[in-house]
């Protein structure tokens, strides 16, 4: 980094706040008590993240005489679903790219079932009022490199082919800086339908509110710590008491599961976000942006941003770190070295808004496994459920997700358990110090990439042919 440009970078950083901008809302409710108690109830949900509040509301809807009780280790949507990018995607496979090397013959059924599943987000929204920011701008895909205009011109060709190309549009140079003005953009595919951006936590929050008016009894502060059958029920204990339940669907994501064998199959990475403070009119002109659709760059390590409600701008992405031993601590969600990447690439993106500062800068824990999208399954003869494997894209997934295991715990075959993505497994993670070095291995050579016109090297495409989808 040049010294002028990492010295304007840390300017800009020096008033920001080490705390997700999200989850200091005015608005956040406070937390409900812990359990103190031995509960009985037909469905445990473990987790009050977007899985599980997701879960256990659709369980109410599905049934309004089930008995649902959550738990969650601290508050409702504190962890990522808190503090995410708010980008709310229709895809169910981590996009179409990841989507059409992994499942070609249903990818159609699969991007149909996503859309659906967005539509029916923001019923949802609109049903339960819950006051969220939601609008569905759509989103754009933009290049920064010619290699990543061949590439967007191509998934766009496929698309047609397919018949999935209504509501995208590729634009070149000149439309897409019509949208967005940025020296560094080359061309887009943008997304019109297909992303809706909201405010994450105010989402976990309504959904929350929404659970506890249709009956779940939430408990807060109320860790799982253990999974153990005890008769014919399922035993969770916490740290005051334990619930009994007929059926459990777990909504843990990157903590660790209560099913053990499930921890093989995916890894924490730390991904990190800036948010700049409002932008003035004369700032947002400057740069466009008049329809606000959420935008993100097409490399293989990539930046995601948009526009908040009071016009600031979240800049996040890029570095994806994983730490030896895929440890999970809250020392790990401050990067101050990432911080300056991230700024002194905004700027570069941006030099109209020179001058402008980051009032918060926060990171934390995903998790993700080795196919890049979610996975689910049953243990203990179809009692317990779980989905897992977001790897960032679970604002609108999770939903489809809590659908999944709501069918498996039913045990009839659906139109979504019928899916070769949903009775398929990833390929699980091997040990230390293997995992570590591979990842690492595999970062080195997409930054290689990258900085090569998209060139895949010989470990790219040894994983590419292994089915081991992991980037940033």
């Not at 990439?449 to 940033?472: I, V």
């Amino acid at each position: 980094m040049a010294p002028v440009a990492m010295r304007t970078a840390a300017r800009s950083l020096s008033d920001a706040q080490p705390v997700p901008f999200w989850l200091e809302d005015p608005g956040r409710p406070g937390a409900l008590p812990a359990l103190t108690a031995t509960e009985h109830c037909d469905l445990l949900v473990v987790g009050g993240g977007y899985s599980g509040l997701w879960t256990a509301l659709l369980a109410k809807e599905r049934d309004p005489r089930r008995d649902v009780v959550l738990i969650e280790g601290r508050e409702a949507g504190w962890a990522a679903s808190g503090r995410n990018g708010g980008f709310c995607a229709a895809s169910l496979t981590h996009g179409f790219g990841n989507g059409l090397s992994r499942w070609p013959g249903e990818l159609a059924r699969l991007e149909e079932l996503g859309a659906r599943n967005l539509d029916a987000i923001e019923a949802a929204v609109a049903t339960y009022g819950i006051d969220c920011d939601f609008e569905r701008t759509g989103e754009i895909d933009v290049a920064t490199e010619p290699h990543q205009l061949a590439e967007l011109a191509a998934l766009h060709e496929e698309a047609g082919r397919l018949g999935l190309a209504d509501g995208l549009e590729l634009l070149d140079r000149d439309a897409v800086r019509a949208q967005v003005d940025s020296p560094t953009f080359l061309g887009g595919l943008w997304d019109r339908r297909g992303v809706a951006l909201l405010h994450p936590a105010k989402l976990a929050w309504g959904l929350k509110r929404a659970c506890l008016d249709a009956g779940v009894r939430v408990y807060e502060n109320t860790r799982g710590l253990d999974l153990t059958t005890s008769g014919p029920s399922m035993a969770v204990r916490t740290p005051y008491g334990r619930v009994l339940a007929r059926q459990v669907a777990l909504g843990t994501n990157v903590f660790p599961s209560l099913v053990r064998r499930v921890r093989l199959y995916t890894v924490p990475v730390y991904d990190y976000a800036l948010m700049t403070e409002p932008l003035t009119d004369e700032q947002l002109a400057s740069i466009g942006w008049k329809n606000r659709q959420g935008l993100g760059d097409s490399a293989n390590q990539f930046h995601y941003f948009r526009l908040s409600a009071d016009n600031r701008i979240l800049w996040g992405g890029y570095d994806a770190i994983y730490p030896f031993g895929g440890q999970v601590r809250a020392e790990l969600d401050q990067r101050p070295e990432t911080y300056l990447t991230l700024a002194e690439h905004f700027f570069r993106c941006f030099p109209q808004l020179e001058g402008v500062r980051f009032s918060h800068a926060w990171g934390g824990a995903i998790d993700t496994c080795s196919r890049f999208s979610a996975f689910f399954g049953t243990a203990h003869r179809g009692r317990v459920a779980y989905a897992v494997g977001y790897t960032g894209l679970g604002v609108g997934a999770t939903r489809f997700g809590a659908e999944v295991m709501l069918d498996l715990l039913d045990g009839g075959r659906t139109e979504r358990t019928a899916l070769e993505m949903v009775r398929s497994k990833p390929l699980p993670f091997p040990p230390e110090p293997f995992a570590w070095a591979g990842i690492g291995m595999t970062k080195w050579s997409l930054a290689r990439a990258d900085a090569n016109g998209g060139r895949r090297n010989l470990w790219l495409r040894a994983m590419d042919r292994l089915g081991l989808g992991f980037d940033s």
